[in-house]
């Protein structure tokens, strides 16, 4: 079965870090774009970032531009989100998922039906 876990999440105060890790089993994620996304309460889930097979491409939300980071280990078979400055309206459950690249080329933040497989998300609450 293939399965991607997210981990890394937790309560942080307003200008904090974190670094959320996505790790597949099961499948091989060199194969294939990664996408992180998030939802908060009420709202539709958003794209925050995404990755190409090789690391190459990376895009971006405007709303995290220059405060987060997503890189990836192939060797390690897993993705990262490193998040810096965080604010509140940060807070949300972040997803990563994996994306076949001929849906989920990563020249532009693709939306959520262009991905596969999904992990189960990570709460991330950013709050004083």
């Known amino acids: 079965q293939l399965h991607l876990v997210e981990s890394g999440g937790g309560l942080v105060q307003p200008g904090g870090s974190l670094r959320l890790s996505c790790a597949a089993s099961g499948f091989t994620l060199h194969y294939y774009t990664i996408g992180w996304f998030r939802q908060a309460p009420g709202k539709e889930r958003e794209g925050v970032s995404c990755i190409s097979r090789s690391g190459d491409s990376t895009n971006y939300a405007d709303s995290v531009k220059g405060r987060f980071t997503i890189s990836r280990d192939n060797a390690k078979n897993t993705v990262y989100l490193q998040m810096n400055s965080l604010k509140p309206e940060d807070t949300a459950i972040y997803y990563c998922?994996?994306?076949?690249?001929?849906?989920?080329?990563?020249?532009?933040?693709?939306?959520?039906?262009?991905?596969?497989?999904w992990g189960q998300g990570t709460q991330v609450t950013v709050s004083s």
């Open positions: 998922a994996a994306g076949f690249p001929f849906k989920a080329m990563c020249v532009i933040l693709r939306p959520p039906e262009s991905y596969d497989f």
